[in-house]
């Protein structure tokens, strides 16, 4: 529980992360998560001394909604989703991750099994330490999904997980990520 005491820490130091928090709690998505991306820069640049929010342009928003798989549906939150966080200096970028199986093989060469939750989603991200998701539950608590732990989040750590993305995924993000945090330790595919 220390680590995710740790962790509520050091996000809340991302105002523009509370504030989407807060937002998408409100919007009421099924099984909705800040996930990846947001999260874990926000964590290297407080162990980086820098500003919470530095240099993170977008903010994943991530749910799972079987109830309708159709582009429309998604669409219709993606533009709800916008107009409630135009006024932010981001992009809030909304996801249905009960549709990803049907466009992940078109994009990445590999076909993907239907996820049954957000947190089997979120289980498959590319890289141990992005495999984290965060929430604001009705009563204002934080919630959290990191089924691989903190361990390498807070070690500046990014090992892969082989479980669904390509290779080639996982290296260009962790370059990506590299020119931004140089004293991140980048471990090989396997």
């Known amino acids: 529980m220390a680590d995710f005491d ?11 992360l509370v504030e989407v928090l807060h937002r998408a709690r409100d919007v009421g998505l099924p099984g909705w998560y800040l996930a990846a991306g947001c999260v874990v820069q926000t964590v290297w640049n407080f ?5 919470a929010a530095q240099g993170i342009k ?3 928003l991530v749910y799972h909604d079987a109830a309708d798989l159709g582009w429309d549906a998604e669409d219709r939150v993606i533009r709800a ?26 994009k990445f060469g ?19 330490c992005s495999c ?12 959290f999904h990191a089924p691989h732990g903190l361990g390498d989040l807070f070690a500046m750590v990014v090992r892969p997980n082989p ?9 260009t993000k962790a370059a990506r990520w590299l020119t931004q945090w140089p004293r991140l330790r980048v471990l090989p595919w396997p």
């Open 6 to 16: 740790r962790l509520r820490n050091v996000l809340s130091r991302n105002q523009i």
């Open 163 to 171: 479980v669904l993305a390509p290779r080639e995924v996982y290296e």
């Open 81 to 106: 989703v916008a107009t409630r966080c135009e006024d932010l200096p981001v992009e809030v970028e909304v996801r249905n991750e009960a549709r990803v199986h049907l466009w992940y093989e078109a």
């Open 58 to 60: 977008d903010y994943d």
């Open 132 to 143: 984290v998701g965060v929430r604001l539950g009705d009563d204002g608590t934080w919630r």
């Open 47 to 51: 162990l980086d001394g820098r500003a």
């Open 110 to 128: 590999i076909p993907c099994c239907p996820y049954a939750s957000t947190e089997a989603a979120i289980d498959a991200f590319p890289a141990i």
